[in-house]
């Protein structure tokens, strides 16, 4: 179930910094100063605590008894924020983030950029910028590098930790795991979590490294060009052919990201048109900015929020990902050689849909 950022007497639960208008800076309320986490939950309205309740039932003779399910709801208000197991741990706002606030102090220029709440609040985020693990793709397009942390009240998320990466031309995103197989770094909520939360300052300290590795990886798919069949073999893998054979969906999905491809940003860096990374680009700016994402309505704020959580926490950051995967291994070790971006490519690759 999708949960739309979270809205108290008509503000959206959210700040970020800067004039930024990425998928989720539309949204919330703007700073132009660096903050502390203090600054940065009274901004997003998160300056509240949760509180754990024995849930009680009343049984067929009339007595009521506990039950072995707990309910957190936040204090200041007493909305309810979901049901959870005897052993759940909570982890209070003020405290999920105070490893970030150490990582913040020993990385030079870090800092919160944006944080926020999901429905009545049973999930919240922030993202820290790091700036010394930036990067530049054809000495313009730029990346930005941010370290995402999540909780969640209700159960439905552990503390997750993951490097996310933002293109600036577009501002689109891609989350990338910051551990290894390709899973975040999550802590659950148990008895020992607060314990286990200072195991996540050594694994922060790996961000910089592993966008390091990011960079390399983005550099190795703007040297591989795209031919026709890499190309549809790459969105087969990403837009599979639905069994039930109505396949127009699919062609206008498909039509939306070739264009995106076609385009290259207008062909603002040519020489990665065509490229590999080209496609990645396409994929996560259809994801970001076009795809329809479950419960966004027809207004365009619930739409931006919609596709905001989407492309962080649900269907769409699982799309990007698995983009940056299946681009890689269908174009590793590739030889060098163009493409035609007649239109051919967009009509060749749509008939494979019929």
């Excluded at 820290?128 to 439905?156: K, T, W």
């Excluded at 975040?184 to 490294?209: G, L, P, S, Y």
């Amino acid at each position: 179930m999708a949960h739309d950022l979270m809205i108290r007497n008509g503000k959206v639960a959210m700040f970020c910094v800067g004039e930024r208008d990425s998928a989720w800076h539309k949204l919330g309320q703007r700073t132009m100063n660096v903050v502390t986490w203090s600054e940065a939950m009274r901004l997003a309205d998160l300056d509240w605590q949760v509180v754990k309740i024995q849930q009680t039932a009343v049984n067929p003779l009339g007595v009521r008894v506990d039950i072995p399910r707990m309910a957190t709801f936040r204090v200041d208000d007493g909305a309810y924020l979901g049901t959870v197991g005897e052993d759940y741990a909570v982890i209070q706002n003020k405290d999920q983030f105070g490893h970030v606030d150490a990582f913040l102090e020993a990385t030079e220029g870090a800092h919160y950029e944006t944080a926020g709440a999901l429905g009545n609040g049973e999930r919240v985020w922030c993202l820290a910028r790091i700036p010394e693990a930036d990067y530049v793709i054809d000495g313009g397009d730029q990346h930005r590098a941010y370290l995402m942390c999540a909780n969640s009240h209700d159960g439905s998320l552990a503390f997750t930790m993951k490097l996310v990466d933002t293109r600036v031309v577009c501002a689109n995103t891609l989350a990338v795991a910051i551990r290894e197989n390709g899973s975040a770094f999550r802590i659950r909520h148990t008895t020992n979590a607060h314990a286990r939360m200072a195991e996540a300052v050594k694994v922060m300290q790996t961000v910089k490294k592993e966008a390091v590795g990011l960079k390399a990886k983005m550099e190795s798919l703007a040297e591989r060009k795209l031919t026709r069949e890499s190309t549809e073999k790459i969105l087969d893998r990403l837009f599979p052919k639905s069994a039930e054979g109505n396949q127009t969906r699919r062609e206008n999905v498909l039509s939306e990201v070739l264009s995106l491809y076609e385009s290259n940003d207008r062909n603002a860096y040519p020489s990665v048109k065509g490229t590999a990374y080209n496609l990645l680009n396409a994929v996560t700016e259809y994801t970001d900015h076009l795809r329809t994402a479950r419960g966004q309505g027809t207004q365009p704020e619930k739409m931006a929020i919609a596709r905001a959580e989407s492309a962080l926490f649900g269907s769409g950051e699982r799309l990007k990902t698995q983009a940056l995967d299946v681009i890689l291994e269908c174009t590793g070790g590739q030889v060098k050689h163009t493409v035609n971006y007649s239109g051919a490519l967009l009509d060749a690759v749509i008939a494979q849909s019929n």
